[in-house]
């Protein structure tokens, strides 16, 4: 079985930084993509931004020039370095990891983790 665990939530006022972590432990073969979403009260869970194995990014509009996300493929783990913090960046930030291969599942399986949340006050 695969764990997600992510790590670097808290409260932070605006304009401040934060930098989450998540590490994929269990008997993984291969990672596809990982990425990072959040979700708010009453809103859908939304894409903040990911990475694939081969280094493509994506970022959601309102995160861009303000985040970015990095990958260590060695220790299965990605990165979330989040500046420039605003009050609408608060939510709980899941880490997702997609097209996962293990030595138990040999298809495709996504993962996610169980979630950190971010505050940003006023």
């Known amino acids: 079985q695969v764990q997600l665990v992510e790590s670097g939530g808290g409260l932070v006022q605006a304009g401040g930084s934060l930098r989450l972590s998540c590490t994929a432990s269990?008997?993984?073969?291969?990672?596809?993509?990982m990425g990072w979403y959040r979700r708010t009260p009453g809103k859908q869970r939304e894409l903040v931004a990911s990475i694939s194995s081969g280094g493509s990014i994506n970022y959601a509009d309102s995160v861009k020039g303000r985040f970015i996300i990095s990958r260590d493929g060695a220790k299965n783990s990605v990165y979330l370095q989040m500046n420039s913090l605003k009050p609408e960046d608060t939510a709980v930030y899941y880490c997702?990891?997609?097209?996962?291969?293990?030595?138990?599942?040999?298809?495709?399986?996504?993962?996610w983790g169980q979630g950190t949340q971010v505050t940003v006050s006023s």
């Open positions: 269990g008997s993984i073969f291969s990672i596809n993509a």
């Open positions: 997702a990891a997609g097209g996962v291969v293990t030595s138990t599942q040999p298809t495709t399986t996504d993962y």
